[in-house]
């Protein structure tokens, strides 16, 4: 018997980056170290939204998911001793992706790089932003143009780098079933290439080049031949677009290239050991399959429920990568998959649901209007609505938090305050600090940028026009402007943008029939409302500071209603200020306060400090999020009435609990709660 050549493993990743560019500059080389393949950087929230540290927007957000990014003295230190023309670098940037790469590229000229030979990828899919993860900063239409600017100016002077990763993986974490992935990210794909195509600045003979640095980055759920078959759909409907949209004849450039996190969403704070083969499970889902094998993977940590994975836990991640590569037998086969029945079968119903929903979104005009109609966000939360509701009846089970939740004490989490990475609250200090002596000294040895006003009123006058922004932003790079800067600059051209919520107009999901707990809980509220004179209990939902991730909030907010409430959401990226301002103005009877980003230690007790100045102390403050056990101690020790973290998945109940404290904070007697 021959022997076959094995292919290749994937590029390994780890999606890193947190506090500081000193600290994860040394966390990079010591990943790399170990044997990971490639960097995957992770940016804060201001660096990611276009604040700079010192922003009111960023406080308690700075460091916390990632790296603050706020000049080019930062991108330097960075990428300090990691030459960058050897790198294949992921950024995972979009609304400030220009300016990102324009640092990058400085910094690689800085080092003496070939810019041409650089490597790697922007994510650059704004589309995503207005329906999960909520950092964009400008219109959809100004947004599509940074993104068609990007992509020609990478095409003609980067053509090794990947400048836009249209990113489906977190439509999925808001709730997307395999066919609205595929549909949603299709559609982005489209309207991307057609603004590509139309803006005139790549030839035709060129779209080929363009469609060949597209890639993807998806999100593989625990189903895993469900998923598995969704990334032989995509590759199909991929090669079938390109080809008879845009004419693209050689088969290279049709390839489906994609990156691949595997599902948080699906990662439990309870028995959180669990997840180590839900994270198995899901990279099976994207390495099995040859002819669908994705190009780079990233795996979360065992811990992430709970909090900022420590580089232990990162390190497990990519191992479980690594035993897969070099101790199986996988990448020595040829697909598989192919000729069996079964996939064929379930392959061609995704391509077929895909395409229908694909030409619906077209008859609409397309993703961008149907991002501005609301269309999608709406399907989005109506589907994560759906998913809520059959876990909380049992249809769906998950291991050790609706089935099987018996366990033995877990010696992984037995002291919680070291089973996860805490950021030092006085990190953000010291970055403001930072920051404050570069806007300071930027002009001066070693460095004498020139005056960063000149380059700035360029990149507006460019922005007023019709010209690629690259330039201009890699002017602004080179002078020493900030993150803040840059973006505040085409702020005052393009303007904001709020994205539609997708909550007014989302389907009931579950039933308040006659004997169902979601209909003992609307009498609750219907009683609790009699009981204080109103008509409707009024309940406010808010997001305080960057953190972007609304899908809690949203089904929080849709059931609220579904039980009676009147429910004032006003989406995300709101200051405490404005949310007690909003509270008085709409004189709510409870606050509810969503945050996944780490910045609940300074947000909520701001809120709570605000509405007792206003003399409005029966207004209880209800907090939900990634908050790990001790900082929840110290919010209910400040006055907050209720935490819930993802272990606290009945929705229904969690809404009986908001009636139970509008009800002690305005003195009423406790309502009994059927058995």
Partial sequence: MTERKKDRPWLMRTYAGHSTAEASNELYRRNLAKGQTGLSVAFDLPTQTGYDPDHVLARGEVGRVGVPVAHLGDMRRLFQDIPLEQMNTSMTINATAMWLLALYQVVAEEQGADISKLQGTTQNDIVKEYLSRGTHVFPPGPSLRLTTDLIAYTVTHMPKWNPINICSYHL?????????????AMSTAIAVLDAVRDSGQVPQERMGDVVGRISFFVNAGVRFVEEMCKMRAFGRIWDRITRERYGIQDPKHRRFRYGVQVNSLGLTEAQPENNVQRIVLEMLAVTLSKNARARAVQLPAWNEALGLPRPWDQQWSLRIQQVLAYESDLLEYDDIFDGSKVIEAKVDELVEAAFAEIGHIQEMGGALAAVESGYLKSQLVASHAERRARIESGEEKIVGVNIFETTEPNPLTADLDTAIQTVDPAVEARVVESLRHWRDTRYQPPFNHPRPCKALERLKEAAKGTENLMEATLECARAGVTTGEWAGALREVFGEYRAPTGVSSAPVAVTAQEGTRLAEVRRRVERTARDLGVGKLRFLVGKPGLDGHSNGAEQIAVRARDAGFEVVYQGIRLTPEQIVDAALAEDVHAVGLSILSGSHAQLVPD??????????????????????SGDAEQLRAAGVAAVFTPKDFDITGIIGRIVDEIRKANKLDPLEVPA
Wanted: hydrophobic share 50%; proline share 9%; aromatic share 2%.
């Fill in 172 to 184: 999925q974490e808001a709730g997307a079933t395999p066919v609205q992935e595929i549909a949603y």
């Fill in 607 to 628: 809120v709570l400090q605000r509405l007792r100045v206003a003399g409005a102390t029966d207004i209880p403050v209800i907090a939900g999020g990634i908050i790990p």
